[in-house]
């Protein structure tokens, strides 16, 4: 646009030139025609930037890491004559890369009918993309002129993990059998007279035998009592949803994380196995964690964790679950610390910890008379300069 501007005003000068060398008609009329041009052009592009909109819509509102998507341009100009030149400028940020940028479409010219434009992306990392403030500017013939025309349109897009990072599924700690396991319902009451869950006066249709005689004799009315519920044998699912780093490498670790996670629970809901998924603080399992045992499920739970924000990187101990009740864990994790390791290591001594290691450096460093049983998963570092890609 700038080249063009200087062209022009060389041109203008010529003219000027040519009409004060050789005065006459004909020069005359050449300055005249080079001022009358700009004008002209900038009332005909004024006239297009109020003759048109822009909206704009995702095909989708889900979808899989690299997995192609696109989104449609709906462009609508009440002007007959066609617009030279237009570009497009979309405004984005995703909620784990932090990345916050703008792309730039460029667009061939168009008349009074309306258009759909189908641009294609693809995500290389999971998380929330973030869409708006786009803008469409327009030039005139000569690109002496542009106008911006704004967009109020805004939509959020979840890219999913990937399910298919863990090509064999890793043997699964065994479940604790001892007396010490045996784990109890901190929300419902039910028939285990080994605790009390709670007590209460009685009502009509509580058995007698329930009947607390201790309580019933210090007090004018009848206490019962209400047994615990027992819980089954629990597979908790742990993915540790913090931030590796700033930049956009630490970012595609998270997303291995992930997707490993991801598809780790993908292959216990194709062997059938129930269990509970879990990405955030938590005290117990029942209140805390999605049980996932259909695929609909591990969707729900997936776009439920990628709707949030990621933990800071230098959050201490995210895991709080020094009350959890559950036998079996497995924890997927980019960063294991010496933190998390005492953390696991303490937690071992009430369930099984199975620890998924993801890093892309062989051998990986595991840590040493550990506890627990650590298993890497070795990801190739396949970041790029840009997280959205279009094309």
């Known amino acids: 646009m700038t080249v063009s501007r200087i062209v022009y005003f060389m041109l203008l000068i010529g003219a000027c030139a040519f009409w004060v060398m050789y005065r006459g008609a004909l ?12 004008v002209v052009l900038f009332l005909l592009l004024l006239w297009q930037k109020h003759t048109l909109s822009l909206r704009i819509e995702p095909t989708a509102h889900a979808v899989t890491a690299n997995a192609q998507f696109q989104i449609l341009l709906h462009i609508t100009s009440r002007c007959p004559i066609p617009i030279h030149y237009v570009t497009v400028a979309l405004q984005y940020s995703h909620s784990i890369t932090g990345e916050d940028d703008t792309l730039f479409i460029h ?43 704004p967009c109020k349109d805004a939509f959020s897009l979840l890219i999913l993990p990937q399910t298919n990072a863990l090509p064999t599924l890793p043997s699964l700690p065994d479940t604790v059998i001892s007396e010490q396991s045996k784990q109890l319902s901190q929300h419902r009451r039910g028939d285990d007279p080994s605790e009390i869950f709670a007590v209460d006066t009685y009502s009509q249709g509580d058995a007698l035998s329930h009947v607390h005689w201790k309580l019933t004799a210090k007090s004018d009315e009848m206490i019962i009592k209400h047994f615990s519920q027992p819980l089954p044998d629990q597979l908790v699912l742990f993915a540790d949803y913090r931030r590796c780093g700033d930049d956009l490498a630490s970012a595609m670790r998270l997303h291995h994380v992930l997707s490993v996670c991801a598809s780790l629970s993908q292959k216990l809901v194709n062997e059938e196995t129930p269990h ?15 049980l996932v045992d259909t695929p609909e499920q591990l969707t729900l739970s997936l776009h439920e964790m990628l709707s949030s924000v990621p933990f800071p990187q230098n959050t201490a101990a995210v895991l709080t679950l020094e009350q959890l009740c559950a036998t079996r864990l497995i924890y997927c994790t980019a960063m294991l610390d010496e933190q998390t390791v005492l953390f696991l290591s303490a937690l071992a001594t009430r369930c099984q910890i199975l620890v998924l290691y993801i890093c892309n450096a062989q051998p990986a460093h595991l840590p040493q008379d550990a506890d627990f049983l650590c298993y890497p998963v070795i990801c190739a570092d396949h970041a790029k300069t840009e997280v959205m890609q279009h094309g």
Do not use: N
């Open 27 to 38: 020069s005359l009329q050449l300055v005249m025609a080079a001022l009358a041009v700009p």
């Open 107 to 149: 667009l061939p010219g168009m008349g009074r009918a309306p258009q759909i434009i189908q641009l294609p992306f693809s995500v290389s990392c999971c998380g929330k993309i973030s869409v708006g403030g786009a803008k469409i500017k327009i030039f005139d013939p000569l690109s002496l002129f542009s106008f911006s025309v």
């Open 276 to 290: 509970y998924l879990c990405w955030q603080p938590m005290d117990t399992v029942e209140s805390d964690a999605f």
